[in-house]
């Protein structure tokens, strides 16, 4: 796919000149149907008689018949303590959740093929369900112990002795409920193969087409080289197409089979059981705390529902959970541990955030919770245990290197200007007059910049993490710069293109975007996700079109018989020499590929090309608070003020930073109030159509006052941090602890998310009279008189 000039890039997908997979003629397509489990544990067994004497139908596909032609899919995440748990296009004699793919119809139309996967006859032989993660419930896998996936832990210090040392210990148990990714655009698949039936172009709605085309490799069982993948617009993504999906295989398979092109739409109430689930983690959580509040110890363990099928991501959320868990903080004595347990339910895999939410949602709670039982003011609090600027790089207990920042000065950056102290006032004064308002404050960092091969490698990652980009300048003077990163509406185009220009000298204007295509652009191993893109593809690009100015600028010293290319000036895509003789890049560009008159040793034409390995990860950070008022009668939330401050280092493109941050902030407010995918007690979702679900509507995000810092990340060519991720994390640890300061008592209702209307309501008419209880006003010495000598464990 080739990104055009600014201006067409500003108005193509609103005048509709979008190329979306689903929007491609179909002319002599075939398309393939789904036929999906509609239970969530049995043995089964298939016919499919019916279905193949259905009009137009060419072919009807079972797990028997793929199976035996394919090889399951093979993990992207491994940890060095998990259980075999193979992913295969479809089901063979046992399904394990409702959405399980069973068989696959392939016929004229889609019409045609969904009439006829009413007639494939499923027998089900009921097994108990398992619902909930819990090692010793239901087995899925016969071969397997218990339902236990997979382990792992973080260890530092003594974490027994820092607890019991601990004047307030507080526990609690945080759960951060299943959620869609529900992009604009459901995932899609179209395959052909060569009339030899060799060599496979395939096209999805996919973040990473290079692993996929691994993927496609491994379980076709043919020579990468063999595979051509190809992207066009992605209509939003959110990390639910990062990976491989088992109906790239099938559709491939059947497109072989048939010698025939096949495609494959995924429905919206299809993507509600069949798309990857995000979140689904409890967290237990003990967090030790000296009477002046600073920690003394930390101690959790997460628990990841991985529902029926670890997919490609493995144990990757819980893991990312675990270790993100000391957030911004200065911890010397900790342990977090995971343990993933499947069940009946649809799986989980990445989901913007990628375990980060979970985390930052259980140690900025329980700090909070620390706070009221210390009498602290909770931004006080936090300041006492943020790292300062001079403390970093810092390496966390998990082995996590915090790299730069400035935590403390963002935090008073939004305190003052959401004024905290006025607003705890305020929000005190309405509660006294019988309004619930509440105010909240969260710290978060995000891991960025993701893939530094040799620590992807230590993590378990199958896939290197380089970046690698290639900018060509043609005989016009036109630039394109070629990329194996995805835009998926994160604007990352435009901001590459702002960075090709920039450094090349050139209007913006002149340079165009190739991606989405593995035989055309350069190899990327990881594809566009973990917040990657302005950190290490563009610090790819960046080098790659500092190579071509600097190509340039020894070609037009060697024209203008400049002493040195350093002599030269250049502005306004011209080298002029300290006689006022100038060349244009344009007139250089043909030069160069004219090839009569060119420096010594050197080639005709203009390419260049870097691939950046990063040394470690980048990470972002902010400080986000909030003011909320609940409705006593409905229990509706509204967000009266939410001031977010950010700090992603370099920012590459404003614009772009800001776009970002108040989209993630409107996916964690859905998290938070609103979304959910819960399960029945017979492990059948309540959620299976978009009448069912409940993301926020724009009337429910109000504006995103946002605050900036840049510091620099000393781990990136260009010093930008990722920035993709950030908008939803801290959200719902902000908006629980402003409801939980709301309703002036304790409780669970703002322990697990969403904290719906109907959950609040229940709080209010189970709240004692007397439950009020205010923060301390900054005024007062935080420090004066506050539980020197107490212990108290257990939730309020």
């Known amino acids: 796919m080739t990104v055009p000039d600014r201006d067409a890039r500003r108005t193509r997908l609103l005048t509709g000149d979008g190329h979306f997979l689903a929007d491609e003629p179909a002319v002599g397509d075939l398309h393939l149907v789904v036929v999906r489990s509609r239970r969530p544990h049995a043995r089964i067994s298939v016919t499919v008689d019916r279905a193949l004497a259905a009009p137009g139908v060419h072919a009807v596909l079972t797990g028997a018949d793929v199976r035996s032609v394919t090889s399951p899919m093979a993990s992207l995440w491994n940890a060095p303590l998990q259980a075999d748990a193979p992913t295969w296009s479809l089901a063979g004699d046992r399904v394990r959740y409702v959405g399980e793919p069973i068989a696959a119809v392939v016929a004229d139309d889609s019409y045609l093929a969904e009439d006829a996967a009413e007639l494939v006859d499923v027998r089900y032989d009921p097994l108990p369900a398992a619902i909930e993660p819990d090692p010793d419930g239901p087995r899925l896998y016969d071969d397997w112990p218990d339902n236990v996936y997979g382990r792992t832990s973080f260890e530092a210090g003594d974490v027994e002795e820092a607890l019991a040392a601990a004047a307030v210990v507080v526990r609690g148990q945080y759960t951060s409920g299943r959620v869609a990714g529900m992009p604009l655009e459901t995932r899609g698949v179209r395959a052909s193969w060569t009339g030899d039936g060799q060599s496979l172009t395939l096209t999805t709605s996919t973040q990473s087409p290079h692993l996929v085309r691994a993927s496609l490799a491994h379980t076709l069982r043919i020579s990468p080289l063999r595979v051509r993948v190809l992207c066009g617009d992605v209509g939003g993504a959110f990390g639910n197409k990062a990976c491989a999906t088992v109906e790239e295989t099938l559709v491939a398979v059947a497109a072989r089979g048939l010698r025939r092109p096949v495609r494959w739409i995924e429905s919206r109430a299809e993507a509600f059981v069949a798309t990857v689930h995000g979140r689904g983690a409890t967290v237990e959580l003990e967090l030790g705390l000296a009477s002046d509040g600073t920690i003394t110890g930390l101690r959790g363990e997460v628990v990841l529902d991985c529902g029926a099928t670890p997919y490609m991501v493995g144990l990757g959320t819980g893991i990312v959970t675990a270790a993100m868990l000391f957030g911004p903080y200065r911890i010397a004595d900790a342990y977090t541990g995971l343990v993933a347990v499947v069940t009946n339910k649809t799986p989980i895999g990445a989901y913007r955030g990628f375990g980060m939410p979970e985390a930052t949602f259980a140690i900025e709670r329980a700090l909070d919770e620390g706070a009221r039982r210390l009498g602290l003011d909770p931004v006080e609090i936090r300041r006492r245990n943020l790292l300062d600027p001079d403390e970093l790089p810092h390496w966390t207990p998990s082995m996590m290197c915090l790299d730069s920042g400035r935590y403390r000065e963002l935090l008073d950056d939004v305190a003052e200007h959401i004024d905290w102290p006025g607003a705890l006032g305020a929000a005190a004064a309405a509660r006294r007059d019988g309004r619930l308002v509440g105010v909240g404050v969260a710290c978060y960092v995000e891991a960025t910049n993701f893939g530094p091969s040799l620590t992807t490698a230590m993590m378990g990652i199958d896939n290197p993490g380089h970046d690698r980009a290639v900018v060509r300048m043609h005989p016009t003077g036109e630039v394109t710069v070629l990329t194996g990163q995805m835009p998926m509406g994160q604007g990352l185009d435009v901001t590459l293109i702002r960075v090709a220009a920039e450094e090349i000298g050139v209007p913006v204007e002149s340079v165009s975007l190739v991606c989405g295509d593995t035989l055309a652009c350069p190899y990327t191993g990881y594809g566009s996700g973990g917040s990657r893109g302005a950190g290490v593809a563009g610090s790819a690009v ?255």
């Open 542 to 796: 960046m080098m790659a079109a500092r190579q071509m100015h600097t190509k340039l600028r020894v070609l037009a010293a060697h024209l203008l018989g400049a002493e040195s290319p350093d002599a030269l000036h250049a502005a306004d895509g011209r080298f002029t020499d300290r006689s006022g003789r100038t060349v244009s890049v344009q007139e250089l560009a043909a030069a160069a590929y004219r090839a009569t008159d060119l420096p010594p040793d050197s080639e005709p034409g203009l390419e260049t090309s870097y691939t950046y390995d990063p040394r470690s990860f980048a990470f972002s950070y902010g400080t986000v608070a909030a003011i909320v008022e609940i409705d006593r009668s409905t229990g509706a939330v509204r967000i009266q003020r939410l001031v977010f401050g950010h700090d992603c280092g370099t920012q590459l493109n404003p614009a772009t930073v800001a776009a970002q941050i108040v989209g993630g902030v409107a996916q964690g407010i859905g998290a938070a109030l609103y979304e959910q995918l819960p399960y029945l007690d017979d492990g059948r979702p309540v959620v299976e159509s978009i009448f069912d679900y409940a993301p926020p509507l724009a009337a429910n995000v109000p504006p995103v006052e946002l605050l900036h810092l840049e510091t620099p990340s000393p781990f990136s060519l260009n010093g930008a941090k990722g920035v993709g991720e950030s908008g939803v994390i801290p959200t719902t640890a902000v908006l629980a602890n402003a409801i939980r300061d709301a309703l002036g008592h304790g409780g669970s209702v703002v322990d697990s998310v969403p904290i719906t209307a109907e959950r609040i309501l229940t709080a209010l008419d189970d709240r004692p009279d007397s439950a009020a209880h205010d923060f301390p006003s900054t005024a007062d010495d935080p420090r004066e008189g506050r539980c020197d000598e107490i212990r108290v464990s257990g939730m309020a």
